[in-house]
Every structure is written in structure tokens, then in C-alpha cells.
């Protein structure tokens, strides 16, 4: 498949521990935020989303924090399985444009 | 990738020559981009539109042109390929609010 980064931060977890993966994003005026998971050889994947005017979003298995003060995202991923190996980015929304701009990413490994 | 495809999926192409990508989307969704996405640079917008025959640039658009005829495909043209474009590129869609949803991507490789 597509390598999506030669050096992209990495982070091996145990099968069945929980995994956290953070992310910085550059506007303060920004107040939609996504990730995606991208696996090796497919595109992007939507995986949850939060606005800013909440500071935790849970899904299945998966929760979006957000802390405004210091421009701080993070994706919580519960009992880890093997398929969730990936490389998984943040976005956040460019104010006034319906556009998004996406962080570099970071390649989680589950270690079985 | 459910609504939306690109083709071709793999293309191998010559420094000089044009080719045209295609995404089409089932979803009636309003908003359509095309990103790149190379090592060390993530996914970069090249072109978004957000109508029938409404295209505006992205930041890195230069060598790369867009049509939206009808709502359901968007095009992007390298009007005269280069190595430097040699990339995976990425259709996306997106609807009133923010999200977006990605194509399964085409492996472009310029000689």
C-alpha cells in the first residue's frame, strides 16, 4: 500500500490496552475538528468529529477530547484490536471556507 | 469509500503528457475536492468545488486545472505531467457541514 508518511510519529500499543493519540491544531478560531483512520492501500476514513463548543464526543469504542485553552485534540481508542492498526489524522475546519486543514498524521501498531 | 469512486485507480504516464482523473460521487453532495498526499506532506488541497461549474484554487495548484460539469463528477487535469506530481490523489466530498468522506485514491506515477 500507499506509505502516507516516511516519518511519522508512531505509537505501538498492546493488544486490548487502551491507545491515545494527540494532536495540535493551529487556529484558535477553528470549531469543528475530525479524525480519520487511514489504513495502508485506502483513503481516509471518518471516524468521529467534535465542535467546539463541547470538550468530549464518545463513539463506539472511541473518544474525541478537546481542549481549547491550549489548541489540544486527542483520540482515545478503547481495548485495541489489531485492525486498528493505521495511520490516524486530525482536521480541523479553516473559519469562513468550507474547507479542512489535516495534521501530518500518526501511525498506530498494536503488538499482539 | 461507499458513493464515492475515482478512476483510474493506478495510472503510469510520461513527463509531458496530460491526464485527467475522474471522481464521481452517488451522494448528491454540493462540495468536491481533490488532495495529493505525499510522504512527509500529508494531504495537501489542490482544488475544491462547491457547485456546478464553481472550482477555486487550493495550495498547491499550480500545474492542475478542475472541471465540475455536473454535480456527480469532478475532474482534475495535469495539463503537462511532471515527476514532481507523481503522488496518490484523493477525491472528497462533503455536504453542509464540515466532513468530508474520501475516495479510495489514485496512484499516479510520472516517468
Given at each position: 500500500g500507499e506509505s502516507v508518511g516516511l516519518h511519522l510519529p508512531t505509537l505501538s500499543v498492546q493488544e486490548g490496552d487502551n491507545s491515545i493519540i494527540n494532536c495540535a491544531y493551529s487556529?484558535?478560531?477553528?470549531?469543528y475538528f475530525i479524525w480519520y483512520k487511514q489504513e495502508s492501500g485506502k483513503g481516509p476514513q471518518f471516524i468521529i468529529d467534535i465542535r467546539s463548543n463541547m470538550d468530549k464526543r464518545q463513539g463506539q469504542r472511541v473518544t474525541v477530547l478537546l481542549n481549547k485553552t491550549v489548541k489540544h485534540l486527542s483520540l482515545q481508542i478503547a481495548a485495541?484490536?489489531?485492525?486498528?492498526s493505521a495511520v490516524y489524522f486530525c482536521a480541523e475546519n479553516m473559519p469562513g471556507a468550507q474547507k479542512l486543514v489535516f495534521g501530518q498524521g500518526t501511525r498506530l501498531t498494536i503488538n499482539p | 469509500d461507499a458513493g464515492i469512486t475515482q478512476s483510474p485507480r493506478h495510472k503510469v504516464t510520461e513527463t509531458g503528457t496530460p491526464v485527467t482523473l475522474r471522481c464521481h460521487q452517488t451522494?448528491?453532495?454540493r462540495y468536491m475536492y481533490w488532495y495529493r498526499q505525499d510522504p512527509g506532506h500529508g494531504l495537501r488541497l489542490i482544488h475544491y468545488s462547491y457547485g456546478v461549474k464553481d472550482t477555486d484554487k487550493g495550495?498547491?495548484?499550480?500545474?492542475y486545472s478542475v472541471s465540475r460539469s455536473k454535480t456527480e463528477d469532478f475532474l482534475l487535469t495535469l495539463e503537462s505531467a511532471t515527476s514532481s506530481q507523481t503522488s496518490v490523489y484523493f477525491c472528497a466530498i462533503g455536504g453542509i457541514s464540515y466532513e468530508q468522506y474520501f475516495g479510495p485514491g489514485t496512484r499516479l506515477t510520472v516517468t
Amino acid at each position: 500500500g500507499e506509505s502516507v508518511g516516511l516519518h511519522l510519529p508512531t505509537l505501538s500499543v498492546q493488544e486490548g490496552d487502551n491507545s491515545i493519540i494527540n494532536c495540535a491544531y493551529s487556529n484558535s478560531a477553528s470549531d469543528y475538528f475530525i479524525w480519520y483512520k487511514q489504513e495502508s492501500g485506502k483513503g481516509p476514513q471518518f471516524i468521529i468529529d467534535i465542535r467546539s463548543n463541547m470538550d468530549k464526543r464518545q463513539g463506539q469504542r472511541v473518544t474525541v477530547l478537546l481542549n481549547k485553552t491550549v489548541k489540544h485534540l486527542s483520540l482515545q481508542i478503547a481495548a485495541t484490536q489489531p485492525g486498528d492498526s493505521a495511520v490516524y489524522f486530525c482536521a480541523e475546519n479553516m473559519p469562513g471556507a468550507q474547507k479542512l486543514v489535516f495534521g501530518q498524521g500518526t501511525r498506530l501498531t498494536i503488538n499482539p | 469509500d461507499a458513493g464515492i469512486t475515482q478512476s483510474p485507480r493506478h495510472k503510469v504516464t510520461e513527463t509531458g503528457t496530460p491526464v485527467t482523473l475522474r471522481c464521481h460521487q452517488t451522494e448528491n453532495h454540493r462540495y468536491m475536492y481533490w488532495y495529493r498526499q505525499d510522504p512527509g506532506h500529508g494531504l495537501r488541497l489542490i482544488h475544491y468545488s462547491y457547485g456546478v461549474k464553481d472550482t477555486d484554487k487550493g495550495e498547491v495548484s499550480d500545474g492542475y486545472s478542475v472541471s465540475r460539469s455536473k454535480t456527480e463528477d469532478f475532474l482534475l487535469t495535469l495539463e503537462s505531467a511532471t515527476s514532481s506530481q507523481t503522488s496518490v490523489y484523493f477525491c472528497a466530498i462533503g455536504g453542509i457541514s464540515y466532513e468530508q468522506y474520501f475516495g479510495p485514491g489514485t496512484r499516479l506515477t510520472v516517468t
